[in-house]
C-alpha cells in the first residue's frame, strides 16, 4: 500500500512540473537593458515566443516579442496584472511600463505592471522601417482624375511590395488580430487570469479588440487619446478638421497662419504644399509644441534664411514602423467619386487651408493595403471602460473618443481642457480619477472635464 501511495505521489510531482515547464515554455528570461529609479521595485525582462500565427497553430515558427514585469522589490502577495502601452503603432511598451511604475508607485501595491511590446517592434526582431521608402511628394500628389487615384493606389502598393521585400512575410502576421492574442497567450504564461489595460493613442484599439474578442480575460480598462476603428474616412477626416480649428482659435494664430502658409508656398514653389501644410501639423500636435518656437521657424523661411527641408523634417516617425497600421485599417479601395467627396468634405470643413490632414496622408499610404477586414464591435455590458480625452489634441481629436460612447455600453469620459495627445500622463486630475478607478474600483458616476 505504501508503496502505491509513493509512486502516486511521485507521479503527481511529475504532472505537476510538466505543467509548470509547459505554462514557461514560451518565455525566455533575459536581463534587463535599465533598471528603474527607486529602491522598490524589480524588474524582470523576457521574450515571449508567440506563434507567428496564431489562427494556425499547425504552423510551428514562432515569432520573439519583447516584455517587461515591473513588481514591487518584495512580493507580500499575488498581484493582478496590468498591462500598459503607449501606442504607436510601435511604441516602447517596456520603457513605458518602467515610466508607468516610476510616476505611480502606489499602482505596485495593487499590480504587476507589463509592457508587452507589439510584434514586428521587439528589439528581437530588428525589422526594418519602412517609412524610409516613402517618397511623400509623390504620396501627395493631389488627385484631380482617375489616372491620379490609380497612380497613388500603385505606389502605395510598391510600398507594400518593397517592405514585405525587405522584411520577408512576417509582416503578413502584424494585424491587430495577432497582437491582441499575444496578450492572451502572455497572460496566461504568466499565470495571471484577468488582464487589466491602460493603452494609449493607437492602443485603443488593441484594448477594444481585447474586450471584443476575449471578454472573460478583462477586468478594468483605460484608454487614452483614442482612435475608432468603425469610424469612416471622411468622419476622421472632419474630427481631425474640427480640432485644428478649435486649436487654432484657442492659439488665436489662425489668420497669421493662414498668411503665412501663403508667403512660404510662394517662396518655395515647387514643394508640394501639402507637405508643408503637413510640416506645420506635425510642429503642432506634439506635446512638446511652443508657438514661440514655430513663429521662428517660420520667420526663418519667410525670410529665405534657411532651406525648408532643414527646418522641417519630412519623416518625424522616429523608429516606429507605421505600416502595420495599413493592415487594420479597413480597405480605401474606392471609387474615385467617393475619394473625391472625401476631400471636399476636407476642403469645406478646413476652410482656410482647403488641403489633406496628416491623418489622410495616412490614410492614402494605406490605401493599397486591401487585407484588413471590416470590424464590428459587440462590447458586454459588464466591463466598466475610462475613457480619456483631450480638446486639443489633433492626433487623435476628442471627436474620435466620443464616438466611441455608442460601442462601449458602461463607458465614462474625462475631458482635459488642453492640448495634449497622452492625457494620463500630463494631467494630475485625469490621472487621479483613472488611478481611483484601478487602486480602489472607483468609477465616475458622471462625465468629467478636467481644467489644470
Not at 19 to 45: D, M, P, R
Not at 215 to 221: A, G, H, L, S
Not at 308 to 313: K, Q, W
Request: charged content about 25%; overall charge neutral.
Amino acid at each position: 500500500m505504501k508503496k502505491i501511495i509513493y509512486t502516486f505521489l511521485i507521479l503527481n510531482l511529475l504532472l505537476v512540473t510538466v505543467n509548470l515547464y509547459a505554462k514557461n515554455e514560451l518565455i525566455q528570461w533575459k536581463q534587463c537593458n535599465s533598471v528603474l529609479k527607486g529602491e522598490h521595485f524589480k524588474t524582470e525582462c523576457g521574450v515571449f515566443k508567440a506563434p507567428l500565427d496564431w489562427e494556425n497553430l499547425n504552423n510551428t515558427r514562432k515569432i520573439f516579442v519583447d516584455f517587461i514585469k515591473v513588481t514591487e522589490e518584495v512580493q507580500k502577495n499575488k498581484k493582478d496584472a496590468l498591462f500598459v502601452s503607449p501606442g504607436g503603432p510601435g511604441g516602447n511598451s517596456v520603457e513605458f511600463a518602467k515610466i508607468i511604475a516610476e510616476k505611480n508607485p502606489d499602482l505596485l501595491k495593487k499590480y504587476d505592471i507589463i509592457g508587452l511590446n507589439s510584434r514586428g517592434f521587439s528589439e528581437s526582431m530588428n525589422l526594418q522601417d519602412c517609412n524610409k521608402f516613402i517618397d511623400y511628394k509623390q504620396l501627395l500628389n493631389p488627385i484631380k482624375n482617375q489616372n491620379d487615384y490609380l497612380n497613388i493606389k500603385e505606389y502605395s502598393h510598391s510600398l507594400q511590395n518593397e517592405c514585405l521585400l525587405i522584411n520577408g512575410d512576417i509582416m503578413n502576421f502584424l494585424s491587430v488580430d495577432q497582437i491582441t492574442q499575444d496578450y492572451i497567450g502572455l497572460l496566461e504564461q504568466l499565470n495571471y487570469s484577468k488582464i487589466n489595460y491602460f493603452g494609449a493613442s493607437y492602443s485603443s484599439v488593441i484594448a477594444l479588440n481585447l474586450i471584443n474578442s476575449f471578454p472573460k480575460y478583462i477586468d478594468k480598462v483605460i484608454i487614452d487619446s483614442n482612435l475608432n476603428q468603425v469610424q469612416t474616412y471622411k468622419e476622421r477626416i472632419i474630427g481631425q478638421n474640427k480640432a485644428i480649428n478649435r486649436l487654432f482659435d484657442h492659439l488665436n494664430i489662425k489668420k497669421s497662419l493662414l498668411s503665412d502658409f501663403e508667403l512660404i508656398k510662394k517662396k518655395y514653389p515647387k514643394i508640394n504644399e501639402y507637405i508643408i501644410l503637413n510640416s506645420i501639423m506635425e510642429m503642432i500636435k506634439g506635446n512638446g509644441f511652443k508657438l514661440e518656437d514655430l513663429n521662428k521657424k517660420l520667420t526663418l523661411l519667410k525670410e529665405g534664411q534657411v532651406d525648408f527641408y532643414e527646418v522641417f523634417n519630412k519623416d518625424e516617425s522616429g523608429n516606429q514602423n507605421t505600416y502595420p497600421l495599413c493592415l487594420d485599417i479597413p480597405s480605401n479601395d474606392l471609387p474615385l467619386s467617393d475619394v473625391t467627396e472625401n476631400m471636399e468634405t476636407a476642403k469645406n470643413d478646413l476652410k482656410e487651408f482647403g488641403k489633406v490632414t496628416p491623418y489622410v496622408l495616412a490614410q492614402n499610404i494605406c490605401s493599397g493595403w486591401d487585407v484588413a477586414k471590416k470590424v464590428e464591435y459587440n462590447i458586454p455590458n459588464n466591463i466598466q471602460v475610462l475613457i480619456l480625452t483631450s480638446d486639443y489634441d489633433i492626433i487623435t481629436p476628442k471627436e474620435w473618443s466620443l464616438s466611441l460612447v455608442p460601442i462601449i455600453p458602461q463607458n465614462k469620459v474625462v475631458s482635459f481642457n488642453g492640448k495634449i495627445h497622452g492625457v494620463y500622463m500630463k494631467s494630475k486630475c485625469a490621472r487621479k480619477i483613472a488611478n481611483e478607478f484601478l487602486l480602489e474600483n472607483i468609477f465616475p458616476k458622471d462625465n468629467i472635464n478636467c481644467t489644470e
